[in-house]
């Protein structure tokens, strides 16, 4: 996996329906705040712009295309004890899931899930998303206890690495469960008024979430078999900020800073359109680049200073090619002590250059004066290389 860096680096309800009275329910998470906002928006009506139904109601899979013409599809399932879903409050209704506003009292559309009891196993919601996305939030409904019935949910998401990610929670005033670090809540008392069994929730990772899971069980004092009622809000989630180059005039340009350091990485998620063709640069300077060969295989370089002049690259040979359509998270890092250049795709060493010799990355006027740090576009002896690509979060340490 991409090693840690060390220097500086550029719901269920009690069946006592009496206990509810005067609730408000005003949004509890964050919006999510990056450049690009999207909301998929629960409406019992038909699926209009970013408003979404759940038809057939009862089903246990859903696919969302294009949410909030985010470009984003998403897809919604549900396993484990998913027999023991059942209308809303076995009013006659349509089974679970579905899109009603009974649960907010008349207010906002929600996913309303209702069972009549499951094992130990419970049920678990799991989303996953056609792209990777940076941020995400809802809130949840009834997170109430009261005797045997009560309800306990783990929430987590994973990311592009594999990695398992917590949310942060956002609680009500008095709320009627407790929650933790580690994406548990649990149930501890009845509803009485206003917003407290209902909590919000967020993600958000600079390696970008790929899925999330809910797993709903009953409350750890509670017992198995008896009811639970749960829902959902809309769900807000945003993608990360991309630089698109049309593989004509565009980069992104600074004067160039890297010179006598002893390490350095750079790293970045990019994506290659579908008529890409190598070769072309991802970012970097003349003394330091990580760019893409004829091939479309990923490759470093450095040159380095004192007391042996050496230019290095990491070798093609069992590296794949890269794929378009795809976001990659790609870097390199190169470490004059461990006297290695490597390259990572996707978190997983792919190549290394070893016995890398001399002190640091070379410096100079003939390396740097006429030749800037540059995202996109790689300036050598009066002509460029254009990457017709796009990039995100690109950075450098």
């Given at each position: 996996m991409f090693p840690s860096k060390t220097k500086s680096r550029l719901l269920f309800f009690p069946a006592i329906l009496s206990l509810i009275v005067n609730v408000s329910f005003a949004q509890l998470h964050e919006t999510t705040g990056c450049v690009n906002n999207f909301t998929l928006d629960w409406t019992s009506n038909s699926n209009v712009g970013a408003s979404f139904n759940w038809l057939p109601a009862g089903s246990i899979n859903q696919s969302f295309s294009n949410v909030d013409n985010s470009g984003i599809d998403m897809n919604i399932a549900f396993s484990g004890d998913t027999y023991a879903l059942e209308d809303w409050n076995f009013q006659g209704g349509s089974d679970t899931p579905n899109v009603d506003n009974i649960a907010t009292n008349g207010n906002d559309d929600v996913l309303h899930l209702f069972n009549s009891g499951y094992s130990d196993k419970g049920i678990t919601m799991t989303v996953t998303f056609s792209e990777p996305i940076f941020g995400l939030g809802f809130d949840l409904y009834h997170v109430n206890a009261g005797g045997s019935n009560?309800?306990?949910?783990?929430?987590?998401?994973?990311?592009?690495?594999?990695?398992?990610?917590y949310p942060v929670f956002t609680e009500s005033g008095t709320p009627s469960y407790t929650t933790n670090n580690v994406g548990v809540i649990n149930a501890n008392s009845p509803s009485t008024a206003g917003d407290n069994a209902q909590v919000g929730l967020n993600f958000y990772d600079e390696d970008l979430i790929v899925s999330i899971t809910l797993l709903w069980q009953d409350c750890n004092t509670c017992s198995n078999g008896f009811v639970h009622r749960s829902a959902i809000g809309s769900i807000s989630f945003c993608t990360p900020q991309t630089l698109d180059f049309d593989g004509n005039n565009d980069y992104v340009s600074r004067d160039a800073f890297m010179e006598g350091n002893n390490e350095s990485t750079m790293m970045s998620w990019i994506k290659l359109d579908g008529d890409f063709s190598g070769p072309a640069e991802i970012m970097g300077q003349r003394n330091f680049r990580l760019f893409i060969n004829n091939a479309n295989k990923l490759r470093t370089f450095v040159k380095t200073d004192s007391p042996v002049l050496s230019s290095n690259s990491t070798s093609a040979n069992d590296v794949a090619a890269l794929e378009t359509d795809l976001w990659y998270h790609v870097a390199t890092i190169y470490d004059a002590n461990a006297r290695t250049l490597t390259l990572y795709l996707n978190g997983e060493e792919i190549a290394r250059k070893d016995n890398v010799l001399g002190n640091g990355i070379i410096g100079g006027d003939s390396w740097n004066d006429n030749h800037d740090f540059e995202?996109?576009?790689?300036?050598?002896?009066?002509?460029?290389?254009?990457?017709k690509d796009s990039i995100s979060k690109a950075r450098n340490a």
């Open positions: 009560g309800d306990k949910y783990t929430i987590v998401a994973t990311n592009t690495p594999g990695e398992t990610i995202i996109s576009n790689f300036h050598s002896k009066g002509g460029s290389i254009l990457s």
